[in-house]
């Protein structure tokens, strides 16, 4: 049948057999009063004004043969990924002019817009990109010469996950803005891929998704939608990788290992086809990955995976080991998967996980008032966060963030024929339009248990309110002009107030909030602190004299807090015969949501330690999740910590630079190449081998590097292969069949001559000897020693 969505400011026609459960507001419908949310937008606006236009279309204008007005940024977009922030740019553009009415704003969305068309224009066959010699590579493929890998495509890095974000950003430009250029550009590009992969069989696109290719499959559906022509459903269904879906489908959770950011825009694409298609298992396989990743692998942030990869659901040491902890890219795509999921089963637990991951994972990612963005938000404790700076950091969680924090207003408000769902409580003016109600809501939520809502128009209709999960049974209050309302509904349910509305009512809603524990999904030893959805963080300072810079410089790996590690047994813990102490956790008299617990909390500066919210703690180390003893275990947890870690912390101390192989981020980080290579998983680890050669790019800055040292598995007995180091051999390795360890290492000397001539950069080459293989490879590291 035939229906018609309203996508902001533009009416979409389409085909489509699912009916929503609900609709959300075009973001122009909604504007964001005071609050932390509204400060959190206008610093992206002062960020999106500092970027220069010029220098993001550059790569593009390259691209297409045509003079550039400036040169590129340099960091990832002069390294490979070139174009990718322009198309986030765009979006974000999109979402702000929506968000706000900018002019300016605006100004620069139809500029940036009718250069990529001049782009388009000059290639003449409607392709759009900013990829070193994509074009070339890209005909490669249309030939069915294909090489892809799990962050490459013929040598290219990621270039359909490149790509996807100028076609995004043309959608939106339509989608919020009512840019037609930018719709006619975006069937035009369509139509290029069309082409470009009409040749291809099923197993050469298929192969092409095992590299990282965004929202490939989503914004190809999104095309059907406004166009109605089955040509571009059936791309997208062509672009959805089934080795990802046919185990969603089967309610198995094959996740551990995988890159994590790769996967949950596929499964945002398999939700959008399903819901246009009526494929009903494939919704119920995005429901399957959210319920999973969000039950087994999220902690208390609302973010998700360690080094950018799902690790082992069932042991999150890692996730306090490491210092790559949750990416923030992983919990944009989050929201917008809870978004689609809740449009079709308006369920609270969607609202109520929106609400976590937005205050305490996004809202936390920017820095406040000078901007900047964070790539990787540690668990680990005594460690902190950097920030991006405009000029310099151009990683993808700078293109997710300029999004981000463009659109705050999308998930506050929904509605459902005559039913108004209130699902944040967020201090906010709603347009209804079709419905002729205005309403605005005021609340300095979470620092008051309460919001008050006002109805401005005369008019009968039902009003949904959230009872929060984090609520206590019968703790929700509401009253209607200060008469209280009986209320039926139970914690996950939603509130229905159904009357004629006059205008003037003002309802006003209690929300009660309680200190808690939250326990790390795998039930090991580790909590975090919450009042109600609000993550709590204590401020540490470990280091006293520390010189330590939270703004990111413009390094390849710059993203990464890379500063000394304090040791786990000096973190602060909570001591205590029980879990059951949050009578021991006091307010802070006149701090707005402090909390102390010097009774329970040990360790050291531990009587002076203030928790207070996670997403107002900036520019610190931090604790966030705290172990937890009784006083008799106390000795011997920390004295079996200190064995833990002495090891780790002795090597990193020696370690000039190491690669995760087979891990995307870190192979990207070191320019890696390779040619009939592969990599896998095996007992939680990846690796990667080859037949021919493979390579990765060191940086040993202060000249320190004495020692190669690789991991290999027994698994690999016999292959045989060399070692170089700038082109000189300095190891021919043949993989032991005694080893006496699944996982052993293996040194390999390098000569202090080639150090002195490297000026910084020693690349590491492994050659197969012939029918052999190099690897595989489970790790490498340059040491000092």
């Known amino acids: 049948m035939k229906k018609i969505i309203l996508f902001a400011s533009c009416v979409l026609a389409m085909q489509s057999p699912i009916s929503s459960a609900a609709e959300l507001f075009p973001l122009n419908d909604v504007r964001l009063n005071a609050s932390p949310f509204l400060d959190a937008q206008n610093t992206d606006l002062h960020y999106l004004m500092a970027l220069e ?106 270039p359909w996950y490149n790509l996807h974000k100028t076609f995004a950003g043309l959608r939106d430009a339509y989608k919020y803005a009512g840019n037609q250029d930018a719709k006619h550009m975006l069937i035009r590009l369509s139509d290029w891929a069309l082409t470009l992969t009409n040749h291809l069989s099923d197993e050469q696109m298929q192969a092409m998704m095992r590299s990282e290719h965004g929202g490939m499959n989503e914004v190809f559906a999104d095309v059907y ?96 080991s490491e210092v790559e902890g949750p990416e923030t890219c992983n919990t944009y795509n989050m929201l917008k998967l809870t978004e689609m999921l809740f449009l079709t089963d308006s369920k609270v637990s969607y609202a109520d996980y929106y609400e976590r991951a937005l205050y305490n994972h996004i809202l936390g990612s920017q820095r406040p008032d000078t901007g900047g963005f964070v790539y990787f938000t540690p668990m680990r404790p005594n460690h902190y966060r950097v920030y991006s700076q405009v000029d310099k950091a151009m990683w993808c969680c700078v293109g997710s963030g300029i999004e981000s924090h463009a659109k705050y207003g999308e998930f506050i ?76 509904a139970q914690p ?16 006003d809603v209690t929300l009660p909030m309680k200190t808690q524990l939250e326990q790390m999904p795998d039930q090991s030893n580790y909590y975090a602190l919450l009042h109600g959805p609000i993550v709590l963080a204590a401020k540490t300072n470990p280091f006293p004299n520390e010189k330590v810079s939270f703004i990111a410089d413009d390094s390849r790996m710059g993203h990464i807090a890379q500063g000394q590690l304090c040791p786990l047994e000096a973190a602060p813990l909570f001591v205590s015969d029980s879990t059951d102490f949050m009578a021991k956790i006091k307010p802070v008299a006149g701090k707005s949501l402090t909390f102390t617990a010097p009774d329970v909390v040990k360790g050291p500066n531990s009587a002076s330690l203030e928790f207070v919210p996670f997403f107002r703690l900036h520019d610190s180390r931090y ?15 920390q004295a079996e910590t200190a064995r833990k870690e002495a090891e780790r912390i002795a090597l990193d101390a020696i370690t000039v630079d190491q690669v ?81 360890q699944d996982i052993y290492t293996r040194d390999c000397a390098i000569p202090e001559s080639l150090v002195r001539a490297s000026k910084g950069k020693l690349i590491v080459k492994f050659v197969a000897r012939e029918g052999s293989k190099a690897g595989s490879i489970y790790g490498l590291r340059l040491l000092k020693k």
């Open 53 to 158: 236009p010029d220098k993001l279309l550059a790569p593009f204008l390259r691209e297409a043969g045509l003079p550039l007005k400036q040169e590129s940024y340099g960091n990832w977009e002069s390294s490979g990924l070139d174009g990718h922030v322009g198309g986030h740019y765009l979006t974000a553009l999109a979402l702000m002019y929506a968000s706000t009415g900018d002019a300016e704003i605006l100004r620069r969305l139809n500029y940036f817009v009718a250069e990529l068309k001049r782009a388009q224009d000059n290639n003449g066959d409607g392709y759009i990109g900013g990829i070193p010699g994509g074009k070339d590579a890209f005909n490669q493929i249309a030939q069915g010469k294909m090489q892809a890998d799990n962050f490459s495509v013929n040598g290219k890095w990621v």
């Open 225 to 320: 939608a406004i166009t109605g022509d089955q040509k571009y459903l059936k791309l997208a269904e062509r672009f959805s990788h089934q080795a990802i879906l046919n185990p969603l489908k089967q309610d198995q959770d094959k996740l551990t290992g995988l890159h994590a950011n790769t996967q949950i825009p596929k499964v945002i694409g398999f939700k959008r086809i399903g819901d246009l298609t009526g494929k009903k298992d494939w919704q119920e396989a995005a429901q399957f990955f959210w319920q999973t990743v969000h039950d087994h692998r999220t902690v208390a942030i609302g973010g998700n995976s360690v080094k950018e990869h799902f690790h082992d659901d069932k042991d999150f040491s890692s996730m306090i």
């Open 413 to 488: 408000y929904a509605h459902d024929g005559d039913s108004l769902y209130v699902n944040l409580f967020i201090p906010s003016t709603l347009n209804w339009r079709e419905k002729n109600v205005q309403l605005v809501q005021n609340t300095i939520f979470p620092d008051e248990e309460s919001s008050h809502i006002t109805i401005k128009s005369n008019k009968k209709f039902t009003l949904k309110i959230r009872y929060p999960q984090w609520v206590g049974k019968d703790e929700l209050k509401i009253t209607i002009n200060k008469k209280p309302v009986a209320i039926s």
């Open 492 to 507: 996950g349910e939603y509130v229905s107030l159904n009357r004629s509305w006059r205008k003037g009512d003002k309802i």
């Open 623 to 637: 604790s966030l999740y705290l172990p937890y003893s009784t006083p008799e275990n106390l000795v011997s947890l």
């Open 660 to 740: 995760a192989p087979g891990e995307q981020q870190p192979e990207s980080d070191h320019f890696f190449k390779a040619d009939r290579t592969d990599t896998g998983i095996s007992n939680g680890m990846r690796w990667r081998n080859t037949k021919a050669w493979m390579s990765y790019e060191l940086t040993d800055k202060k000249l320190e590097a004495k020692t190669l040292r690789l991991s290999f598995s027994k698994a690999d007995a016999g292959n045989e292969f060399d070692v170089f180091i700038n082109d000189k051999l300095i190891k021919t390795i043949k993989l032991a069949a005694d080893a006496t």
